[in-house]
């Protein structure tokens, strides 16, 4: 493949995008240079524009302003080429129920125009352990069956680019790990991954992220970076009193953010004087208090606040 | 916090705010609102005025071998009763047989030469109406109707020497040549009518419906994202049921002969052609409606629209050339028109291509028309 030099390496290559559906704008000038062979992590509330910057990367939409390039091609007139060299998985299902599930892999086989279709669809069974379900029907199959199906068919062409639409929502954690294991096996082989999500943890497994809000790019770049940004600095409290400190510190000097996570209670600020001497005047004996690592949903809602605005409001 | 109490109280609050629900659920469903609105007025139209189960005005060719005042005043008898409508004179009567096969005309009306003589001598001359009764409700007013119009006009003609010819059995003798379906048996006109009918109705409400679940089931988004052309999509999507639309046609054609033992005077291939070129377009349409329609009962819906129209205008309930002049018109417009001029054409009147050319020209240029129509239609990306 020599049609993507005048891009270098970058897998993904859009500046300025635009997508606007009547009088909304889904998307506001959104800026990706992402490098072959890393896995990216896309995130950012719903309505945000994730979806829809996806699909005008892979050329299911045109957009309204700007250009850019996928995989070396335009992602304007040459959405027939981006079809066939990236894999797109949805967010919602949509493979066929009513097939089964060999049949909806021997159709996307034939599709493709796969070499020895019969035997890569039996490799593909195989490795995703469905062998001896695969005469029953794609719709019976539970949600991370589902999305662990929809993975093996829209990677079994070997994509150079993989773009997942929020792949594990409602799955449960055991498929969610499971999952993962098969983005980062198919990264070993060389395949460049975008992949939106809400969780955090499948974020930090991530090389780089992008947190979308309003359809623009709010921050981007190493999870360290973007926790170093934040600025943040976060207690958190472990107890039996917890539930009462939470109204009690909101809204105190440099307390910024409270939050549970689990039992336990986050409480972040960028003033680290202000901030612990809200701590302490709101302590009591049963809470038990020390310094945490700043989680990136802190950050990121830490972030959110800064910006002034929920973009969930303009969903 | 709901109010308690009796478990059974509040029925009609729960009524109410399912009636609320519905209605503004009904009114957000723009098509089925505009359908429920528009298809009773089509029907008033369409069955009020369009219908007309006493069809005047049917086309007629004459030949007449000689020029006398009776002749004359035969020939403007039949013009002024409303049933016939003279659009040609020939001077051979063995163009008759392609006038009726092709459907131009519905009546050749022959006076032969030595009429007016025979006539006035009493010999009671023959005067001869070849009809077309492959549609025995287009033609048989007008047959029923000609003997007592004919004797009618001359009783002003013959005054004096001849008043003694209007007495006894009538001055000529009226023979009717019902062509292709002498004994007028009805089934022989709708059965293979029918066939057009089915494939209308099944194949475009199944495409239209194909199509259009892929959008409501989520699955076209997944389609559009893998590298298959429009074309692609629509030939590969039209073909299954290409083959359904040939396995109607054999059980319908069977039924013809079989059960309903309908002459089959034409030629089978000429046939297959009209069927495939008419499978097509009602394909076509279809992938059209689910390219407009959001939902499978939109499509259903949008299919209805585009039946009753066909049903009514086409010729297969009432006879086309009974219907007013705009309805013919918008009839023309119709694909079901011209196969049923085919399929009766090829079944009972033995016509060949030369007769049906222009039949096949119109319903091929439809073909043509609704497929680039899809094809415009279709959406590429998801916008």
Redesign the interface.
């Known amino acids: 493949m020599t049609n993507h030099s005048s891009t270098g390496d970058l897998a993904i290559d859009v500046k300025g995008l635009v997508k606007r559906f009547g009088d909304k704008t889904a998307v506001d000038g959104v800026d990706i240079q992402m490098p072959e062979g890393e896995v990216w992590g896309f995130l950012g509330p719903n309505g945000s524009g994730k979806t829809t910057t996806i ?1 005008l990367i ?5 957009p309204s302003e700007g250009e850019g390039r996928c995989l070396g091609y335009d992602i304007a007139s040459e ?2 080429q981006i ?2 060299a ?1 894999g ?1 998985m ?1 967010q ?6 009513d097939l089964t599930i060999r049949e909806n892999l021997e159709f ?1 086989a034939r ?2 125009r796969m070499l020895n279709q019969r035997a890569r669809v039996d490799e593909t069974l195989e490795t995703l352990g469905l062998t001896k379900r695969q005469h029953q029907l794609a719709g019976a199959l539970s949600g991370g069956w589902k999305q662990r199906l929809a993975l093996a068919a829209v990677t079994m062409h070997q994509p150079r680019l993989l773009l997942l639409d929020e792949p594990t929502a409602g799955v449960d954690p055991q498929a969610r790990r499971d999952f993962w294991d098969e983005i980062h096996r198919l990264t070993s082989d060389g395949m460049t991954v975008l992949v939106s999500t809400h969780y955090m943890d499948e974020a930090e497994r991530c090389d780089r992220i992008v947190y979308l809000a309003n359809g623009r790019v709010m921050v981007r770049g190493r999870v360290t970076d973007v926790l170093e940004e934040s600025g943040l600095i976060t207690f958190r409290a472990e107890g039996d009193g917890v539930r009462r400190l939470a109204g009690a510190l909101k809204g105190k000097p440099g307390v910024e953010h409270v939050a549970y996570f689990g039992a336990a209670l986050h409480v972040s600020g960028t003033d680290r004087v202000a901030l612990e001497k809200s701590v302490n005047e709101a302590s009591s004996p049963d809470v038990e208090w020390r310094e945490a690592r700043v989680s990136l949903e802190d950050a990121f809602i830490a972030l959110m606040a800064r910006a002034g605005e929920d973009a969930r409001l303009h969903a | 916090m709901s109010r308690g109490g009796n478990i059974n109280a509040g029925v009609l609050d729960r009524i109410t705010a399912i009636f609320v629900k519905e209605t503004v659920q009904m009114r957000r469903d723009r098509l089925t609102f505009g359908m429920m609105f528009g298809l009773p007025i089509i029907q008033l139209i369409l069955f009020g005025f369009a219908i007309n189960m006493d069809p005047k005005n049917l086309p007629t060719a004459i030949h007449v071998e000689e020029q006398t005042p009776i002749t004359r005043t035969l020939v403007q008898a039949l013009e002024t009763s409303g049933y016939y409508d003279i659009v040609r004179e020939i001077d051979d009567p063995r163009e008759t047989a392609a006038l009726l096969a092709s459907g131009e005309v519905t009546f050749v009306v022959i006076i032969p030469s030595g009429f007016t003589e025979r006539l006035i001598r009493g010999d009671r001359p023959q005067l001869l109406i070849e009809a077309d009764a492959s549609d025995p409700a287009a033609a048989s007013n007008a047959i029923a109707s000609a003997e007592m119009i004919l004797n009618r006009a001359l009783r002003h003609d013959l005054k004096g020497p001849l008043a003694s010819l209007a007495q006894g059995p009538g001055p000529f003798e009226l023979v009717v040549h019902s062509r292709y379906n002498p004994e007028r048996i009805t089934q022989y006109n709708i059965v293979p009518g029918l066939l057009g009918v089915i494939l209308t109705m099944t194949l475009v409400m199944i495409t239209g419906m194909a199509m259009t679940r892929e959008a409501e089931r989520g699955t076209l988004e997944n389609l559009l994202a893998m590298p298959a052309h429009p074309i692609e999509v629509m030939i590969g999507k039209i073909g299954p049921y290409v083959m359904v639309g040939a396995a109607q046609t054999a059980v319908v054609l069977l039924a013809a002969l079989v059960i309903f033992k309908t002459p089959f005077a034409g030629a089978l291939w000429l046939l297959i052609l009209g069927v495939t070129i008419f499978v097509v377009a009602n394909l076509a349409i279809g992938f059209t409606f689910s390219t407009i329609a959001r939902s499978q009962m939109q499509a259903m819906q949008l299919t209805f629209f585009f039946f009753l129209p066909s049903l009514l205008l086409s010729g297969f309930m009432f006879p086309f050339r009974g219907m007013p002049g705009w309805a013919q018109t918008l009839g023309e417009v119709l694909p079901l028109t011209h196969f049923l001029r085919i399929v009766r054409g090829v079944m009972l009147k033995g016509a060949g291509f030369s007769d049906l050319d222009m039949e096949f020209v119109a319903l091929f240029a439809f073909t043509a028309f609704a497929i680039v129509l899809a094809m415009a239609r279709y959406r590429r990306t998801l916008d």
Do not use: E, I
């Open positions: 699909r892979c050329g299911l939409l045109q959405a027939a079809k066939r990236t797109y949805t919602k299902f949509s493979f066929w129920g996307v599709l493709y």
